[in-house]
């Protein structure tokens, strides 16, 4: 894998930030884009900009084709058995949203119990509690080890004759933990269950296969994985899909509309009311082409290295914390000691690096971790060990302005 060569296809990244040259440590909340994906949406826009499965004139189809090729390109990205498994949505948020209010609305009632965890994303909290407020059903939180792990004992513990639903992240986005997931779809599913998983922090950095994970449900946001904004996908399982009434309506999504009734599309437009993100979609089928050309292979391995040289090197220095379990993905979390996480972020974007500070739309595992906001700094494969030094320099700068407090 090579990174120069990689880095050359991020325009972005060529730049100065406050006189250094930029490190950008923030992909785990937006990545970057390479050349080859804004290419491509430059290229819907120019020659084959419609909309979608309407008109029947030469640049329509054009753009019909792109659009459903691009489903067809996701559902072999993540080995989904039917194309119309996949639903185009505006992101992770999206997704999980829609399967909470239709199918949990659907399907839970008093005494049923929702499974998540304290390591959750806002985004797969909220939607949660809303319904179960709506249903009568209740919450339950499967407890996490001291470093920021689940065991499969507590999973078993957990989920009960109760549970409905489990919504679980693969990876996250604080910590860095990787979660068994293929083996929680198993204990979820023996009490019938069903299983969603935010994937939003694991398909882009580690190969994923649905079938093999036996999830339910699966969401992810392409921003994250170097496609453009505003696209994400769900994907669910076709009977499960089936089953479930819409919760968004108007034009695309329909069948036949009478004065008083009207009837759905099939999978997958019933989920897909309005005109679709048919650019975003474009890009994303860029960018599962450009990942997959490096090989997710490689760029977990090169994650994987990088990450623990962070690790080994952060260690190192006095006054600094760093939450979550040694095998992590590529993110390290830390705070250094009585200096707001804010301000350290500051310091280091005035040496030129790009880190995220705060709470990151997880409120419940920072008041987990009994702290308040945290300092992010996450990697990708366009980040280099050169990164990583500069990170502790310019750590090391912040120690020395804030000196009265080590």
Not at 66 to 91: C, D, L, M, P, S
Request: net charge negative; glycine share 8%.
């Amino acid at each position: 894998m090579d990174v120069q060569a990689i880095r050359s296809d991020f325009p972005l990244l060529d730049q100065e930030i406050n006189g250094h040259p930029l490190v950008y440590l923030d992909s785990s909340a937006t990545s970057q884009k390479p050349v080859q994906v804004i290419e491509a949406v430059n290229q819907y826009y120019r020659l084959n900009n419609s909309n979608v499965h309407r008109g029947v004139h030469t640049i329509g189809t054009r753009a019909t084709d792109q659009y459903e090729g691009a489903r067809e390109r996701v559902r072999q990205f993540i080995n989904a058995k039917h194309t119309e498994e996949i639903i185009f949505t505006r992101g992770t948020t999206t997704a999980i949203n829609l399967v909470a209010s239709s199918y949990g609305q659907a399907n839970l009632a008093p005494g049923d119990e929702v499974v998540i965890t304290e390591m959750e994303h806002h985004s797969n909290i909220i939607p949660w509690q809303q319904i179960v407020k709506k249903t009568g059903a209740k919450l339950s939180f499967i407890p996490m080890e001291q470093d920021g792990t689940i065991t499969i004992d507590q999973v078993k513990k957990t989920i009960t004759a109760a549970t409905k639903i489990v919504a679980i992240t693969q990876v996250s986005n604080v910590l860095g933990t990787i979660n068994p997931i293929k083996k929680i779809a198993a204990i979820a599913h023996q009490h019938g269950a069903v299983v969603l998983v935010d994937g939003a922090q694991a398909v882009p950095h580690m190969k994923v296969d649905v079938q093999e994970l036996d999830c339910d449900f699966y969401a992810f946001s392409g921003h994250k994985m170097c496609a453009p904004t505003g696209i994400g996908v769900l994907y669910g399982k076709k009977t499960l899909l089936e089953l479930m009434e819409p919760i968004e309506f108007g034009g695309e999504m329909i069948d036949f509309v009478n004065r008083y009734d009207s009837t759905w599309k099939e999978l997958p437009w019933k989920f897909e009311g309005g005109t679709p993100i048919i650019a975003g979609a474009v890009g994303l089928a860029a960018a599962i082409d450009y990942l997959t050309d490096i090989g997710f292979a490689a760029i977990q391995r090169h994650e994987h290295e990088l990450v623990q040289y962070a690790f080994e090197q952060l260690s190192n220095l006095d006054g600094i914390e760093i939450y979550g379990p040694k095998e992590r993905a590529g993110l390290i979390t830390f705070n250094l000691a009585d200096v707001h996480p804010h301000d350290t972020a500051t310091i280091l974007d005035n040496e030129g690096i790009a880190v995220r500070a705060g709470h990151h739309c997880a409120q419940p595992l920072m008041k987990w971790l009994n702290v308040t906001a945290t300092a992010r700094a996450s990697f990708y494969l366009y980040n280099t060990k050169d990164d990583v030094d500069r990170l502790v320099a310019g750590l090391t700068t912040a120690k020395e302005f804030f000196g009265d407090v080590f």
